[in-house]
């Protein structure tokens, strides 16, 4: 029997690596929009914390200067977080380029490897064939030398 050869293999490899190099991708966006959102978490952790501190400051004393400082850290933190939501979109939408490469890298791979299925299956039939003709000749063959004989 033959040896099933993919003339496209190479492509397929190829087609292969780049998925595998599109899914590194989009795992390092991924990583950088939990980050992202991770530090988005931490500031509304520290503006919940000078929100609480500012209430207990107005309760316990009256402190003018504490008091202000405290509204002060709360308006930086929350100008803090307006930046940092634009950092999580901004990588959200990278994730998303990402995420849409990495389909586009999937289809391409599996598109040359319904090739690579059909080639084989192909294959297949010819041999059946081949092996169909060899079968004939080598009975018709006995046959023949049966009847001489």
Known sequence: MARFVFRLQSVLNLKTRLEELQRNSFAAAKRRVDEEEEKLNN????????EERGRGML??????????????????VKDFIEEQKLEVKKAEELLEVERLKLVEAIKDRKTYERLREKAFDDFVEEEKRDEGI?????????YGLMKEG
């Open 59 to 76: 309760v316990d004393s009256l402190h003018v200067r504490e008091i202000i400082d405290n509204e002060h850290a709360i308006s930086t």
């Open 43 to 50: 500031l509304y952790g520290r503006l919940s914390f000078y």
């Open 134 to 142: 060899v079968n004939d000749e080598h009975n018709s063959y006995v």
